[in-house]
Nanobody, 117 residues
Framework: QVHIVESGGGLVQPGGSLNLSCTVS????????VGWYRQVPWNEREWVAH???????YYRDSAKGRFTISRDDSKDTVYLQMNNLKPEDSAVYFC???????WGSGWGQGTRVTVFA
């Protein structure tokens, strides 16, 4: 059984920063590509960024230059450093395999990010 636990969300003002963490209980975490996704109510979940097992990183356009995805394979953890946050970044953030649901784990609880003026 694969468990995904996200943390690090919170309430910040525009221009603020947050560092999200996601720990995945899966064997051989280091071989997987892992992604961050987000969802706002009544919208579909959308991809934000992903990082390969080669540490190559990819971002949606709105995240480029502001977000940094990284991983620590010794801790089975992936991070999302978010800087210069904007109100439109407000969402519940999830991590999962990339493409999603490859592990058959479903989705974790996510961590909520709220950016308010």
């Amino acid at each position: 059984q694969v468990h995904i636990v996200e943390s690090g969300g919170g309430l910040v003002q525009p221009g603020g920063s947050l560092n999200l963490s996601c720990t995945v209980s899966i064997k051989l975490f280091s071989i997987y590509t892992v992604g961050w996704y987000r969802q706002v109510p009544w919208n579909e979940r959308e991809w934000v960024a992903h990082i390969g097992n080669d540490f190559n990183t990819y971002y949606r356009d709105s995240a480029k230059g502001r977000f940094t995805i990284s991983r620590d394979d010794s801790k089975d953890t992936v991070y999302l450093q978010m800087n210069n946050l904007k109100p439109e970044d407000s969402a519940v953030y999830f991590c999962n395999s990339y493409p999603p649901n490859y592990w058959g784990s479903g989705w974790g609880q996510g961590t909520r990010v709220t950016v308010f003026a």
